[in-house]
Each structure stands twice: as structure tokens, then as C-alpha cells.
């Protein structure tokens, strides 16, 4: 019979991680990144939740049913036997339990008592774990609480900030039209209302810096304590087989916040008043929660002596959290503040482990990736160049990290205005890539791929064609049908053969691929609405762009659902439609719609991006299509090559395209 502890339930054996576990969950990962698969394909594929994958993939101990599955899914059939040898093996090698007492070593009170000392040890630690994941859950929630406070304060700050603009405004221009009368009362009110307007503009502005810092902060600290509850949890686990529940599912529901209600005799500036009050209320308060559990953060465990101080800006623990933070922002659609936190961290990592660890050059690579993802090709590919020789000369040449970094180097050339010489590059980088990493690599598929796209740009689509055409059958042997990479595969050669003049064959190619897209990747993933997209654009050079406009407006609300309303994708897909509606013999309309869109391509862009650039151009064109304002079109046209001229440099090929177009 299992003894039991305290009356609780049965304990089964304890059993500590050792190599072995840490070898076979770093194999298994090996496995995933090689196959290219996310936990959502891969949990579909061998039956089980990404909570759980994520566990055994984190250090658990599998089962063997998983490692069987997980091989099954993520390596090649003609290797599957021998990888699952041996991941079997070392899972074998982890379930053997270490010796609890040295050889040799006396038992003292015999073997009952041996055990019942590890027990209740065992009981002590548990308690302790328990204790402290359930204070980084409390902490979490409170976290978790200021940042949603935060994230709906800055969207009222800046609805607020819009109203004021244009308050203040209208009380410009009635002050103007009150000016050419004599003084009066009117004109008084209108002054004294001018400048609480402006004044209140100033404290909301300053409130939404206040907002936007908190929200920073609270990401920051959910990174720490998301990596402390994976930490504890792992724990917890270890120490308590068979107890399948966990604190972490009785996490507290964050209540609504109170509305509150002020009755005003002013409902235009005594409320914005009552508005400003209470962000700056929340402000206070989320300050001191986000304060308070930075402050817990960093006082040391008791008995427990910290080499790296938690808040040391530059201890390894820090740049690493840190550095997941900036990779979370830039993959979730923020390119432009991703620059700004990898640039200091290229900084901090350079002082504490010096130029040339691998370390300082990942963060060096991210934030390349990132300007370039920001609209600054040029910059990009300065960076990439000059990072390339650091690579080869501390990895060495044929080191999977400066392979890859040659590859990034080659696509910034080609989004600089290279692509000739990018694919050269590409030419000359494949049959590297091939020989360190194998012909069938998802990196080796991913430089052909970038490759047969580059000579499409280039000018040679059917022989692009000729180049995706095999690929997508080496990635559906390699990989498998529904690999995202031989989808993506599939959607290049359905545009190449757009480009190459067969549009029919391009719009039934793929019709038939974004079923596929959506069953695989589900409806919102960013691939599955790239499909929809290039489907309204094939559609739109058929000559049919009164559907492409249908397809294009189903397809918004789903853009602005998965991306939100200021992603770069979402920006493009709303260019598509007006230039499609411009195209359709409706220019008016067209230019309605790009008034709206240039101000939000600036505001979220920039006003040198390539993309607001372009959206400029695509209007110009539409207002010069209506004929009765060709002078009105002259003339954007004309600031429109300075602006580019001056943000990209003369020999732009969107340069050349205005300058033809005037």
C-alpha cells in the first residue's frame, strides 16, 4: 500500500530530473525546430493539447507514446526508426531512479525510516514550491490587471487626444470668425474654452506617456513571471507525481473595473476634465501595483545567494529577459519599438559579455530583421553588412548562424532595391547551406524558395516558375503536403505564373489552396489571409476588379480581427481595395478612401515610409483620373518627388515611377 502524507494523496515515486531527461527533451526540441512545425500543427498531429506538448518539450518526462508520436511527426520516414531508438533509450536511462544515499552509507533506523525522511522532506519542499508559485500567481494577476488597465487607457487617451484635436480646432476657427466682430462675450468664452482645451490636450498627452510606460513595464514584469511559473510549475511537477491538479487553473478572474458616473453641466470640458482625473487615477494606482511587484521581484530568496541580481539591467537573466521581450514585440507586428529595445540591448550585451558572444550577435541580427521589418531596407542591409564578417569570423563560415545571416543579408539587399545581385547571392549561398545542413533543411528549402521569388522580382517569372515548380516537390517529399513551407511554396508559384501571364491558372491554383491554408494553419493564421489576399489580387489583373473589391471587403474585417486595425498587412489590404476601386471606375471613391488611409499609413509608418510613399502615389494617380483636378494632381506629384526623392534617394525605382508619371 502507497503511504500517504498528512492525510493527502498518494505520492508516487520521486523522482529527479538527471542528463538523461535534459538530453531527451533537447532532442525532441531538435526534432520540432527541424521540422519547422508550431505546437498548434504538431499538437493536432499527434493528439494532444500545446499545453502538454509544451511540458514534455519544456524537461517532463514523456511518455512513449509521445516520443513515438512526435518522431512519427517530425522526422523523416527513412530515419524515424533510429531517432526513435534512440529517444526511446535515453528515456529508459531517465526512468531508472539515482541512489538515494551514497554506497555504502549507513541507513539509520532501517529502511522505513530511510524512507518515511525522504517523505516528509520531500512534503516540505512541495509545501515550499507551492507556496511561492502560488505568490508569482497572485503577482501575475495583479500584473496581468495593470497591463489591461493600461492597454484600454491608452485607446481612451488617444480617442481623447483625437476628440481634443479637433475641439480645439472648431474653437480656432469660431474664435477667428469672432475676431472681426467687437469684443463681446461670445468671443471671451470662446477663448476661455480655447485654452482649457489645449490645456486638457497637454494632460492627456502627458497621461498617455504615463499609460504606454506602464504598459511597457507590465510586459517586462510578465516575462519574469511567466518564466517563474514555467520554473515553479516544472518543479511543483517533479515533486508531486500523480497530483494532476494545479494553482494554476484557479487563478482569480480579474474583475470589471467600476464604471463611474459624474453629472456635468459642461458635458464637453467638465467631462474631459472627470476623464483625465480618473486616467490619472488608474495611472497612480498601476504604478504603485507595478512598483510594488518589481520591488517583491527583486528581493532575494531567503538562504539564497544571487551572483546576478535580478534587477542588474545587464546580468545575464536580465538581457535574456530582456531579449525575449524585444523578439515578442517584433513578432507581434511592433518592428519599430523592437528597434529601439534590441539597439539597447546591443549596448548592454556588448559591456557584459563582450562583441563578439554569440549573444551580442543575435541581438545585433534581430535588430537588423527588425529595421528592415520596419520599412528601412537600406539601413537593414548597412546593418547586415557589416554583420556578416563578424559572423563568419567568430562561428566561422560554415556555421549554421552565419549561413543564416548571409541569407538575411542577401533578402535586405533585394527589398533595398538589389534583387539582382541578391539573387547571385542566393545562387552561391544555396549549395552552402545544402552541404552543412542537408538538401532537404527547412533552411536549404527556405533559401530556394527566396531564390526562385527573387528571380520572379528580377524580371524572369517563368523562370520562376521553373524553380517553384520543383520545389514544391521536394517540400512535399521532404516535408509533407501540408507543411506550411510547401504551402507557401504553392502560393509563390501561383503568383509567378500570375506574373508570367497565365492568370486563370494562377486564380485556380489558388482557390484551391486556401481551403488548405485555412484547414492546416486555421482561418486567421497570417498565411491563410495572405492566400486570400493574393487570390483578390490575381482576380483584380484578370480584369475583374468588381470581385476582387467583394473579395477584398470580406477580406478586411478578418484583417483587422487578427492583426488590428493599424497592422502594416491590414494598411495594405485597405490600399489594395481603393486602388482596386480606382481601377473599377469609381476614382472619387478611391480618393475618399485614401484620404483616410495616408494619415493612418503616417501616423502608424511614418511619413518616409515606402508604404506611405506609395499609398501617396496611388492617390495622385486616382485624383488625376477625375479630370477636373489635374492641377490638384500636378501638384501631389510634385511634393511627392521631393518627399521621395529626399527618403530614398534619386534612382528609387519609386522615384522613377513618379517622375515618369508627372
Same mark, same amino acid.
Given at each position: 500500500?502507497?503511504?500517504?502524507?498528512?492525510?493527502?494523496?498518494?505520492?508516487?515515486?520521486?523522482?529527479?530530473?538527471?542528463?538523461?531527461?535534459?538530453?531527451?527533451?533537447?532532442?525532441?526540441?531538435?526534432?520540432?525546430?527541424?521540422?519547422?512545425?508550431?505546437?498548434?500543427?504538431?499538437?493536432?498531429?499527434?493528439?494532444?493539447?500545446?499545453?502538454?506538448?509544451?511540458?514534455?518539450?519544456?524537461?517532463?518526462?514523456?511518455?512513449?507514446?509521445?516520443?513515438?508520436?512526435?518522431?512519427?511527426?517530425?522526422?523523416?520516414?527513412?530515419?524515424?526508426?533510429?531517432?526513435?531508438?534512440?529517444?526511446?533509450?535515453?528515456?529508459?536511462?531517465?526512468?531508472?531512479?539515482?541512489?538515494?544515499?551514497?554506497?555504502?552509507?549507513?541507513?539509520?533506523?532501517?529502511?522505513?525510516?530511510?524512507?518515511?525522511?525522504?517523505?516528509?522532506?520531500?512534503?516540505?519542499?512541495?509545501?515550499?514550491?507551492?507556496?511561492?508559485?502560488?505568490?508569482?500567481?497572485?503577482?501575475?494577476?495583479?500584473?496581468?490587471?495593470?497591463?489591461?488597465?493600461?492597454?484600454?487607457?491608452?485607446?481612451?487617451?488617444?480617442?481623447?487626444?483625437?476628440?481634443?484635436?479637433?475641439?480645439?480646432?472648431?474653437?480656432?476657427?469660431?474664435?477667428?470668425?469672432?475676431?472681426?466682430?467687437?469684443?463681446?462675450?461670445?468671443?471671451?468664452?470662446?477663448?476661455?474654452?480655447?485654452?482649457?482645451?489645449?490645456?486638457?490636450?497637454?494632460?492627456?498627452?502627458?497621461?498617455?506617456?504615463?499609460?504606454?510606460?506602464?504598459?511597457?513595464?507590465?510586459?517586462?514584469?510578465?516575462?519574469?513571471?511567466?518564466?517563474?511559473?514555467?520554473?515553479?510549475?516544472?518543479?511543483?511537477?517533479?515533486?508531486?507525481?500523480?497530483?494532476?491538479?494545479?494553482?494554476?487553473?484557479?487563478?482569480?478572474?480579474?474583475?470589471?473595473?467600476?464604471?463611474?458616473?459624474?453629472?456635468?453641466?459642461?458635458?464637453?470640458?467638465?467631462?474631459?476634465?472627470?476623464?483625465?482625473?480618473?486616467?490619472?487615477?488608474?495611472?497612480?494606482?498601476?504604478?504603485?501595483?507595478?512598483?510594488?511587484?518589481?520591488?517583491?521581484?527583486?528581493?532575494?530568496?531567503?538562504?539564497?545567494?544571487?551572483?546576478?541580481?535580478?534587477?542588474?539591467?545587464?546580468?545575464?537573466?536580465?538581457?535574456?529577459?530582456?531579449?525575449?521581450?524585444?523578439?515578442?514585440?517584433?513578432?507581434?507586428?511592433?518592428?519599430?519599438?523592437?528597434?529601439?529595445?534590441?539597439?539597447?540591448?546591443?549596448?548592454?550585451?556588448?559591456?557584459?559579455?563582450?562583441?563578439?558572444?554569440?549573444?551580442?550577435?543575435?541581438?545585433?541580427?534581430?535588430?537588423?530583421?527588425?529595421?528592415?521589418?520596419?520599412?528601412?531596407?537600406?539601413?537593414?542591409?548597412?546593418?547586415?553588412?557589416?554583420?556578416?564578417?563578424?559572423?563568419?569570423?567568430?562561428?566561422?563560415?560554415?556555421?549554421?548562424?552565419?549561413?543564416?545571416?548571409?541569407?538575411?543579408?542577401?533578402?535586405?539587399?533585394?527589398?533595398?532595391?538589389?534583387?539582382?545581385?541578391?539573387?547571385?547571392?542566393?545562387?552561391?549561398?544555396?549549395?552552402?547551406?545544402?552541404?552543412?545542413?542537408?538538401?532537404?533543411?527547412?533552411?536549404?528549402?527556405?533559401?530556394?524558395?527566396?531564390?526562385?521569388?527573387?528571380?520572379?522580382?528580377?524580371?524572369?517569372?517563368?523562370?520562376?516558375?521553373?524553380?517553384?515548380?520543383?520545389?514544391?516537390?521536394?517540400?512535399?517529399?521532404?516535408?509533407?503536403?501540408?507543411?506550411?513551407?510547401?504551402?507557401?511554396?504553392?502560393?509563390?508559384?501561383?503568383?509567378?505564373?500570375?506574373?508570367?501571364?497565365?492568370?486563370?491558372?494562377?486564380?485556380?491554383?489558388?482557390?484551391?489552396?486556401?481551403?488548405?491554408?485555412?484547414?492546416?494553419?486555421?482561418?486567421?493564421?497570417?498565411?491563410?489571409?495572405?492566400?486570400?489576399?493574393?487570390?483578390?489580387?490575381?482576380?483584380?489583373?484578370?480584369?475583374?476588379?468588381? &470581385? !476582387? #473589391?467583394? @473579395?477584398?471587403?470580406? /477580406? *478586411?474585417? =478578418?484583417?483587422? +480581427? %487578427?492583426? $488590428?486595425?493599424?497592422?502594416?498587412?491590414?494598411?495594405?489590404?485597405?490600399?489594395?481595395?481603393?486602388?482596386?476601386?480606382?481601377?473599377?471606375?469609381?476614382?472619387?471613391?478611391?480618393?475618399?478612401?485614401?484620404?483616410?488611409?495616408?494619415?493612418?499609413?503616417?501616423?502608424?509608418?511614418?511619413?518616409?515610409?515606402?508604404?506611405?510613399?506609395?499609398?501617396?502615389?496611388?492617390?495622385?494617380?486616382?485624383?488625376?483620373?477625375?479630370?477636373?483636378?489635374?492641377? &490638384? !494632381? #500636378?501638384? @501631389?506629384?510634385?511634393? /511627392? *518627388?521631393? =518627399?521621395?526623392? +529626399? %527618403?530614398? $534617394?534619386?534612382?528609387?525605382?519609386?522615384?522613377?515611377?513618379?517622375?515618369?508619371?508627372?
Amino acid at each position: 500500500m502507497t503511504p500517504k502524507v498528512g492525510g493527502g494523496r498518494p505520492w508516487g515515486p520521486i523522482r529527479a530530473e538527471g542528463p538523461a531527461a535534459r538530453k531527451l527533451a533537447e532532442v525532441l526540441r531538435r526534432h520540432v525546430d527541424g521540422s519547422g512545425k508550431t505546437l498548434a500543427v504538431l499538437s493536432g498531429e499527434i493528439s494532444m493539447s500545446k499545453a502538454q506538448t509544451g511540458v514534455y518539450l519544456a524537461g517532463k518526462l514523456p511518455t512513449q507514446a509521445f516520443i513515438v508520436a512526435l518522431i512519427r511527426a517530425t522526422v523523416r520516414p527513412e530515419l524515424r526508426e533510429r531517432r526513435q531508438e534512440e529517444a526511446l533509450a535515453l528515456r529508459d536511462q531517465a526512468m531508472r531512479p539515482a541512489p538515494c544515499t551514497a554506497p555504502g552509507a549507513p541507513v539509520v533506523g532501517g529502511l522505513g525510516a530511510g524512507y518515511a525522511v525522504e517523505l516528509a522532506a520531500a512534503q516540505a519542499r512541495q509545501i515550499e514550491t507551492y507556496d511561492r508559485l502560488t505568490r508569482a500567481l497572485e503577482q501575475r494577476a495583479e500584473v496581468e490587471r495593470a497591463k489591461s488597465n493600461s492597454d484600454k487607457l491608452v485607446m481612451v487617451l488617444l480617442n481623447m487626444i483625437h476628440q481634443l484635436d479637433r475641439r480645439v480646432t472648431d474653437l480656432v476657427q469660431e474664435r477667428d470668425q469672432l475676431l472681426a466682430r467687437p469684443r463681446s462675450e461670445a468671443l471671451e468664452d470662446a477663448e476661455r474654452k480655447l485654452a482649457r482645451a489645449e490645456e486638457q490636450e497637454q494632460r492627456a498627452r502627458a497621461e498617455l506617456r504615463r499609460a504606454e510606460e506602464k504598459q511597457r513595464q507590465a510586459e517586462t514584469l510578465e516575462a519574469v513571471l511567466q518564466d517563474q511559473l514555467r520554473r515553479l510549475t516544472d518543479e511543483l511537477d517533479r515533486l508531486r507525481a500523480g497530483d494532476t491538479t494545479s494553482p494554476i487553473d484557479t487563478l482569480p478572474a480579474l474583475p470589471d473595473e467600476p464604471q463611474e458616473h459624474h453629472a456635468s453641466t459642461d458635458p464637453v470640458g467638465d467631462d474631459i476634465d472627470a476623464a483625465l482625473a480618473h486616467a490619472s487615477q488608474v495611472n497612480d494606482e498601476d504604478n504603485t501595483t507595478l512598483n510594488r511587484v518589481t520591488s517583491q521581484l527583486n528581493e532575494p530568496a531567503a538562504g539564497v545567494v544571487q551572483d546576478n541580481p535580478p534587477d542588474n539591467p545587464v546580468s545575464p537573466a536580465s538581457l535574456n529577459i530582456r531579449y525575449s521581450h524585444a523578439l515578442s514585440v517584433r513578432e507581434g507586428g511592433d518592428p519599430k519599438q523592437a528597434v529601439d529595445l534590441f539597439d539597447a540591448l546591443i549596448g548592454d550585451y556588448t559591456r557584459a559579455q563582450g562583441p563578439d558572444h554569440p549573444d551580442t550577435l543575435a541581438a545585433r541580427c534581430n535588430h537588423a530583421l527588425s529595421v528592415r521589418e520596419a520599412g528601412y531596407p537600406q539601413h537593414s542591409f548597412a546593418l547586415f553588412d557589416r554583420l556578416v564578417p563578424d559572423y563568419a569570423r567568430t562561428q566561422g563560415s560554415d556555421h549554421p548562424d552565419t549561413l543564416n545571416t548571409r541569407y538575411n543579408y542577401a533578402v535586405s539587399m533585394a527589398e533595398a532595391g538589389g534583387t539582382k545581385r541578391s539573387v547571385a547571392l542566393l545562387e552561391q549561398l544555396i549549395p552552402e547551406i545544402a552541404r552543412v545542413q542537408g538538401p532537404d533543411h527547412l533552411h536549404t528549402l527556405k533559401a530556394r524558395y527566396r531564390h526562385a521569388v527573387g528571380v520572379r522580382e528580377a524580371g524572369d517569372p517563368k523562370q520562376s516558375v521553373a524553380l517553384l515548380e520543383e520545389l514544391t516537390l521536394d517540400c512535399t517529399r521532404a516535408l509533407d503536403s501540408d507543411h506550411p513551407a510547401t504551402l507557401n511554396a504553392h502560393y509563390s508559384l501561383a503568383a509567378s505564373i500570375r506574373e508570367a501571364g497565365d492568370l486563370k491558372s494562377s486564380i485556380d491554383l489558388l482557390e484551391k489552396l486556401i481551403p488548405n491554408f485555412t484547414r492546416v494553419l486555421g482561418p486567421d493564421h497570417p498565411s491563410t489571409l495572405g492566400t486570400r489576399y493574393g487570390h483578390a489580387m490575381s482576380t483584380a489583373k484578370f480584369g475583374d476588379p468588381k &470581385r !476582387a #473589391i467583394d @473579395l477584398l471587403e470580406d /477580406l *478586411l474585417p =478578418d484583417y483587422t +480581427r %487578427a492583426f $488590428g486595425a493599424d497592422h502594416p498587412k491590414t494598411l495594405r489590404a485597405r490600399h489594395s481595395h481603393a486602388v482596386s476601386v480606382d481601377i473599377a471606375g469609381d476614382p472619387k471613391r478611391a480618393i475618399s478612401l485614401f484620404d483616410v488611409l495616408i494619415p493612418d499609413y503616417t501616423r502608424v509608418q511614418g511619413p518616409d515610409h515606402l508604404d506611405t510613399l506609395r499609398t501617396r502615389y496611388s492617390q495622385a494617380v486616382s485624383v488625376g483620373k477625375t479630370g477636373a483636378s489635374e492641377w &490638384r !494632381a #500636378i501638384g @501631389l506629384f510634385h511634393e /511627392l *518627388l521631393l =518627399d521621395s526623392t +529626399r %527618403a530614398l $534617394g534619386p534612382n528609387h525605382s519609386h522615384v522613377l515611377r513618379i517622375r515618369a508619371h508627372l
